[in-house]
């Protein structure tokens, strides 16, 4: 089972830019790496998925080094809304998917 | 497109009592898989099922049952429910395949154990 390590929490302030990165030292050739947000109450919803280099969406961008053993969820000019708890998965073919505890963030004013 | 339901979204059980909880699909997903919720834990597989016909463990199986007799349907037995139960429950699925795509999740399932 592919296993990430991410912070536990993060703060910024309102417009600032947010960069979340997480580690998976034990990637395989053919798995893709997956982030969800969390908001209390609810369950987690799909932000973005990538295999290498960069992937941009209209929520966010995620960035992915040559090695792959890391990946970095770039969230531009957040705002209080994005007050949640991310998670970074790898998405191994057939296996297990598994969310780790994730990165709480506090976005303040 | 009703996506993933779950049922009961609340429940209320005393110790040793048994229930399922329910999880449907509609979007014919092959894999399909059962979290649990605990403050400060982030969400914890319990089990998961890669097609009709298959079921696997995940990080927390113990005390919990699964079948997937249908592609649609997977639903999570607590045969002899436990305080440690007390959690929030989420089903989720995905279409599978050779690196799984979005997981779309229910609204989750309430459940306390008294």
């Known amino acids: 089972l592919a296993k990430t390590t991410q912070p536990i929490s993060m703060d910024s302030y309102e417009g600032q830019e947010v960069n979340i990165t997480c580690s998976h030292n034990?990637?395989?050739?053919?798995?893709?790496i997956t982030w969800y947000q969390q908001f209390p109450s609810q369950g987690p919803r799909f932000i973005i998925q990538?295999?290498?280099t960069k992937v941009t969406n209209e929520v966010a961008s995620l960035f992915i080094p040559a090695d792959r053993k890391s990946s970095t969820l770039s969230l531009p000019r957040v705002s209080l809304s994005d007050t949640a708890v991310y998670y970074c998965?790898?998405?191994?073919?057939?296996?297990?998917?598994?969310f780790g505890k994730g990165t709480t963030l506090s976005v303040s004013s | 497109n009703a996506g993933v339901t779950q049922t009961p979204k609340f429940q209320v059980l005393k110790t040793g009592q048994s229930m399922t909880l329910q999880c449907a699909q509609d979007?014919?997903?092959?894999?399909m898989s059962w979290y649990r919720q605990d403050p400060g834990m982030g969400l914890r597989l319990i089990h998961y099922?890669?097609?009709?016909?298959?079921?696997d463990q995940g990080e927390v199986p113990n005390g919990y049952n699964v079948s997937r007799s249908t592609t649609e349907d997977f639903p999570l037995r607590l045969l002899s429910a436990a305080p440690s139960q007390t959690s929030v429950y989420f089903c989720?699925?995905?279409?599978?395949?050779?690196?799984?795509?979005?997981?779309?999740f229910g609204e989750g399932s309430r459940l306390t154990v008294l």
């Open positions: 989720a699925s995905t279409k599978g395949g050779l690196h799984a795509g979005e997981l779309f």
């Open positions: 034990n990637i395989a050739t053919n798995d893709y």
């Open positions: 990538g295999y290498k």
């Open positions: 998965l790898v998405n191994q073919a057939g296996t297990a998917l598994i």
């Open positions: 979007m014919n997903h092959e894999y």
């Open positions: 099922s890669v097609g009709a016909g298959i079921t």
